[in-house]
């Protein structure tokens, strides 16, 4: 492992770090993600390398999603099967992305390894944040209630053995209809650290698993998949263990408060969250792009317009992060009050 990929730390960035982390926690206790598209970016604003970047977030995954997973077991939102099934074909996503990362960075080096892992946030997080947005206003505006897919419908009509039936999720589908979303959740796991964000809609409108049951379930996949992609990223020495003790400290504290919050709130204000904070994500990475352009001679910018740039991309990642937290925070208090009414008039019946 070349020492240079690890970057200098001082208290501004362990500090920052460990909010990442905080904020990377609660999103993932509460929407099911692994918070990786919160994490990943943040560390590369911090000049972090793409691979250091994704292979240490991994890395950090897999104690947070079990401690994530248990707590929400608790609350009888879990499915196991469910998580079980998808982290099967998962794990051979994951493996498949980690040799197409290899694959990137042996022909482009680290500058390229960036540039993709950018260029993928920004695709993936504007169209699947853009519909989930589109969806949750939806779901909102008929009371928060949410409705099965007309794709997830014809799905589960489709009778192509084996049929999978999932208690808890309250379905029965053709398992080859949960192997695509199980391998694009692997794969975008290991290439750029995230899955959830694919995982969870993926679960909700394909397989028509409701958001609180796919969103706790998928804390089970990135168990899996953490643990077992962390392994493969050590032994290629990419794993920066300080900045995985540091982000772990901050998600452990968050996740376990996200996965309470689920308990107050509408099943609408999960993708609200989801959504409103992939586009932000997405917003602060694209202006990020011109420095991988620039370094690989693809663009041309001056030193000062770079510099500015970045340091937008900066405020927009803190900025993300300031607003998912007090989505999640403030959505859970308002939600509590009326819950506190409710169990007090009952005390007094």
């Given amino acids: 492992m070349d020492v240079t990929q690890f970057i200098d730390l001082n208290i501004v960035s362990v500090s920052f770090l460990f909010f990442v982390g905080f904020v990377g926690g ?11 598209f919160v994490l990943t970016p943040g560390m590369m604003s911090l000049g972090v390398p793409g691979t250091v970047a994704v292979a240490s977030n991994m890395c950090h ?19 196991i099967k469910l998580g079980l099934f998808m982290a099967a074909s998962a794990g051979i996503g994951v493996q498949i992305g980690i040799q197409l990362q290899h694959f990137i960075l042996n022909k482009w080096g680290a500058v390229g390894s960036d540039l993709y892992v950018s260029l993928s946030f920004v695709a993936i997080l504007i169209v699947v944040g853009s519909y989930v947005l589109y969806d949750a206003m939806k779901s909102s505006a008929s009371g928060g209630q949410e409705k099965v897919s007309s794709l997830a419908q014809k799905l589960q ?29 692997g794969m975008l796991a290991a290439t750029i650290a995230v899955g959830g964000f694919i995982g969870v809609p993926g679960m909700i409108y394909v397989m028509g698993v409701s958001s609180i049951i796919a969103s706790a379930s998928e804390l089970v996949i990135a168990f899996t998949m953490g643990l ?14 300080r900045l995985v003790l540091i982000i772990l400290g901050g998600s452990l504290i968050g996740v376990q408060l996200g996965a309470i919050g689920t308990t107050y709130v509408k099943e609408s204000m999960i993708k609200i969250v989801m959504s409103v904070l992939m586009l932000m994500v997405a917003v602060s990475r694209i202006f990020a792009l011109p420095k991988y352009l620039n370094q690989l001679h693809l663009m041309s910018f001056g030193s000062a317009s770079i510099s500015i740039l970045e340091k937008i991309s900066f405020l927009f990642m ?21 819950a506190m009414m409710l169990k007090e008039s009952f005390s007094q019946v």
């Fill in 26 to 36: 609660l999103v993932s206790g509460f929407i099911g993600s692994g918070g990786a």
């Fill in 61 to 79: 995954k897999f104690p947070k999603a079990m401690v994530g997973a248990f707590k929400r077991f608790k609350y009888g939102q879990v499915d």
């Fill in 228 to 241: 077992a992609g962390s392994v493969n990223w050590a032994m290629h020495g990419m794993v920066d263990i």
């Fill in 157 to 185: 009509a489709i009778h192509l053995p084996p049929m999978i039936h999932f208690k808890r999720a309250n379905i029965t589908i053709s398992f080859w209809f949960t192997v695509p979303v199980g391998l694009a959740t």
């Fill in 318 to 338: 803190c900025l993300a992060l300031l607003v998912a937290a007090a989505i999640i925070l403030g959505g859970m208090w308002k939600a509590r009050k009326p």
